[in-house]
């Protein structure tokens, strides 16, 4: 029953390489969507981060305003963290949740949570094995400005609240390449697929 982490900076093309682990049969789940999932309206978790930031980080119709929640804890690191202590808890609890019905499902999954703030929130897990999506800062910044439409001065600024590039590589037991073409990326993805239970197997015998 492996469990892997994967994580990535911004850009950085954890996305790609968290579906093509889907292509090959793992189940995926996304810490993003988990966000979303416990924050919907009516949630015990949107009425905390309301009671906490004010109600006009709610819409009319009840859901968050993302963009006003973001205003408010961004670049604030007692904000963010505020805003962790609501919501990490929710998220801790509905992955562990998906984890098990995923195992219960089918004892011989793999699963794959695709988790941007794994070196924030998550590092200490028992992890079977942790991927990291790896692009230079720089080539992620030029994504962001190319591909998304963000400003370069917005692109900075996403890319230095996150963890730094070295501190994600020191969680890593696998690396994905993600600065090549894209089939070279696809490539690692499948090599370390078939490559899994070696891996696996590998960090087991270190921990002893």
């Not at 954890?14 to 009516?42: E, M, N, Y």
Request: proline fraction near 5%; avoid cysteine; charged fraction near 25%.
């Amino acid at each position: 029953m492996p469990l892997l982490a994967l994580t990535g900076g911004i850009a950085s093309g954890k996305s790609t390489i968290a579906r093509r682990f889907a292509d090959h049969g793992a189940v995926v789940v996304d810490a993003d969507a988990i966000v979303r999932h416990v924050q919907l309206p009516g949630s015990p978790v949107l009425t905390a981060l309301a009671a906490e930031f004010g109600d006009d980080i709610l819409r009319e119709d009840g859901s968050l305003d993302r963009a006003a929640l973001a205003g408010r804890t961004f670049g604030d690191a007692a904000a963010v963290e505020r805003m962790n202590a609501i919501v990490h808890p929710a998220v801790r609890a509905e992955s562990a949740r998906r984890f098990a019905e995923a195992f219960t499902a089918d004892p011989e999954a793999v699963v794959v949570y695709d988790v941007p703030l794994l070196a924030e929130a998550r590092a200490a897990d028992p992890w079977d094995l942790i991927v990291v999506a790896h692009a230079p800062a720089e080539i992620r910044r030029r994504r962001l400005v190319d591909l998304r439409g963000f400003t370069e001065p917005d692109a900075a600024a996403r890319i230095a609240a996150q963890v730094t590039d070295d501190e994600r590589l020191a969680l890593a037991d696998v690396v994905v390449d993600t600065a090549v073409p894209l089939a070279d990326t696809l490539s690692q993805v499948d090599r370390l697929w078939q490559e899994l239970p070696r891996r696996i197997a590998e960090k087991n015998a270190g921990r002893r």
